[in-house]
């Protein structure tokens, strides 16, 4: 099983990168979330139960990682985060990037967790329920909840 996870890692990489990037919003803390992620999935690797179960096991490991990441970190705010400096300038035009990022920003880690998974990994619903430990119910109607809440900040904007 060591070689199908060490194969499984090293072919989905940029995949967790950006799930982890997508809780930290900062290149450092999200590599050091998925290398965490890689250890802690090493160290536990027999308990998955099957080659099947590789991706979504290894999600909620990471996943759980950030969490716990975020946690620590809730009452630190960096100073180079707040200098005038890294502040965008009036004269500088929003783009749409931008503004989707602004709006994700928004969401709940929850909410944040469904979109990743459903477009950029592309996941079935009932994938998604069983990663998260959800109903699929609840994981539909907060997938519905968040783009109506997306599209209203977008066009809000």
Avoid: G
């Avoid at 990168?17 to 930290?24: G, I, K, N, Q, V």
């Avoid at 100073?79 to 749409?96: A, F, G, Q």
């Avoid at 931008?98 to 929850?110: I, M």
């Amino acid at each position: 099983m060591e070689t199908e996870l060490i194969h499984y890692i090293l072919t989905h990489k940029e995949l967790h990168y950006r799930l982890a990037y997508s809780y930290t919003r900062n290149k450092e803390d999200a590599l050091d979330i998925v290398q965490d992620s890689i250890v802690k999935a090493i160290h536990y690797q027999n308990t998955l139960k099957s080659k099947e179960a590789l991706h979504p096991w290894f999600c909620r490991i990471l996943i759980n990682t950030a969490k716990t990441f975020l946690k620590k970190q809730k009452h630190f705010i960096p100073l180079d985060e707040v200098s005038p400096e890294k502040l965008p300038s009036h004269s500088e035009k929003p783009t749409y990037n931008l503004l989707l990022e602004e709006a994700l920003n928004h969401l709940s880690y929850n909410e944040k967790t469904i979109i990743f998974l459903r477009y950029i990994e592309d996941l079935e619903l009932r994938e998604i329920a069983k990663l998260l430990h959800q109903n699929l119910s609840t994981v539909k109607s907060t997938l519905y909840r968040t783009q109506r809440k997306l599209q209203l900040l977008l066009e809000k904007d």
